[in-house]
């Protein structure tokens, strides 16, 4: 992901927090990439103009959640909060 074409708000945030976040729940990036995303909501637009996504990843032993908010700029959707947990199932 280039960090110039996030959104400005994700953008004010250091490139080093970002990488420190993913770090830290231990994503595995290949094993979530062969499942099929599962969305707990229907995606709407906020009163920001935001796009949320929402749900999780069926993954074992551990199920990656995501709460995903992107900002249309200039005809472009911009992340703009990429929120990710990794935890049990049934801690879902």
Not at 42 to 69: N, V
Not at 79 to 92: Q, T, W
């Amino acid at each position: 992901m280039q960090y110039a074409k996030l959104a400005k708000p994700f953008r004010d945030q250091s490139p080093e927090q970002l990488k420190q976040a993913l770090k830290t729940q231990k994503a595995n990036c290949g094993l979530i990439a062969t499942k099929p995303p599962i969305a707990t909501s229907e995606a709407k637009i906020d009163s920001r103009g935001a796009l949320q996504l929402r749900g999780y990843f069926d993954t074992r032993p551990s199920r990656l959640s995501y709460e995903l908010d992107f900002l249309s700029l200039r005809g472009e959707w911009k992340p703009l909060k990429l929120n990710v947990h990794v935890k049990p199932p049934e801690e879902k």
